[in-house]
């Protein structure tokens, strides 16, 4: 019972479905990314490296050996490193567009916490702070004076 009390009290606050949507955005996005990389970044690259597919660029390490009829006996052996490299600029270009997006909400929740920019109005929070701050200044002033 308690079990199911916590997860109630965790769906309810909120979180499972930031984290739901945060999944939800995050898969959709991957999607995006995959289209760049792939379809747009490596054509360029390929013509680059002689019109092949850099994501099948590969070290073989021992080739397939063929029966006489044409079936595989044993499997190619190869390292395949371009699946490794569209992977990398994958994970740089997720990385540094969440640092991109990380950076700008950071930018305007500083914007918004500002209690002296009259632009952007203040959440009620960092007012009563500040409001708070005052209020305890002014008390320390009063009672330095008395002293």
């Known amino acids: 019972m308690k079990l199911f009390k916590e997860f109630k ?11 739901a949507i945060g999944i939800i955005i995050g898969a959709a996005f991957n999607k995006v990314i995959d289209v760049l990389v792939k379809k747009v970044m490596l054509p360029p ?3 680059l490296s002689g019109n092949t597919n ?4 590969r070290i073989i390490l021992r080739d397939a050996i063929m029966a ?3 079936s595989v006996l044993k499997e190619e052996v190869a390292i395949g490193y371009g699946a490794l490299l569209e992977a990398a600029i994958d994970f740089f270009i997720i990385g540094f567009t969440i640092f991109i997006v990380v950076k700008f909400f950071n930018r305007l929740l500083k914007k918004a916490e500002d209690t002296k920019d009259q632009t952007v109005s203040t959440p009620k929070n960092i007012e009563l702070l500040t409001r708070l701050t005052d209020l305890m200044e ?5 009672l ?3 002293a």
């Open 9 to 19: 009290d965790f769906a309810v606050k909120g979180n499972m479905m930031d984290m």
């Open 45 to 47: 690259l390929s013509l």
């Open 54 to 57: 850099v994501g099948d660029k």
């Open 68 to 70: 006489a009829d044409g």
């Open 138 to 142: 002014e008390q320390n002033g009063l």
């Open 144 to 146: 330095k004076s008395k």
